[in-house]
């Protein structure tokens, strides 16, 4: 018998008013990434939050993020990690990741993030050893997904590569707010995500959860 609990507005904000400790570095850059346009990719505090704990929970010192935008989730991530630990992140935009980085530096959390600004596919190959760089197989602990949908089952399939056996990889968007059962939408960014699902629910090389928190959250452990 499956009992689950309608999340309403009320009841969002009931849980917001619970839990949510929004600092005040990451309220300015959320007000800030707001009169943006594509301000609808910004994660919310919630789920930035969330993210923090998780690091917190899993002992991450490692962490992987593919689609930084202004970085509302890295500089969450940054701040969960311990000494020493290190969040890169890549993203295709100059003029968002140097908000990110204006505002990690503001938050003080400058020296755990490394910002990477290229092709994703580019970069996450790059930490694979190859064209004579150094070799990162292996070497995370957490791999946070969160960029355009269509790339999706390519950065997977990179992240495996790079994220330790135990380690999680975390993708964003995969509800994409409803439209994976709606068989009339057929938008490359829908239909990616779908095949994207199907992708995950078959790979034996991983644990696997979607959870409803957010627009849905792929929980992959590698084996």
Known sequence: MRVQVEVTSAL????AEMSLREPAALAALREETEQMPGAIMQVSPEEGQFLGVLVRA???SRVLEVGTFTGYSTISIARALPAGGSVL????????SSIALAHARRAGVEDKVDL???DAVGVLTGLTGLAGRADRRGSFDLVFIDADKEGYADYYEIALRLVRPGGLILVDNVLWHGAVLDEAEQDSETTAIRAFNEKIREDERVDLSILPFADGLAFAVKR
Do not use: F, M, T
Not at 12 to 15: A, R, S
Not at 89 to 96: H, K, L, R
């Open 12 to 15: 969002q904000d009931y849980i």
């Open 58 to 60: 899993l002992g991450a």
């Open 89 to 96: 992140s890549c993203d295709i935009s100059s003029e968002a």
């Open 116 to 118: 990477r600004v290229g």
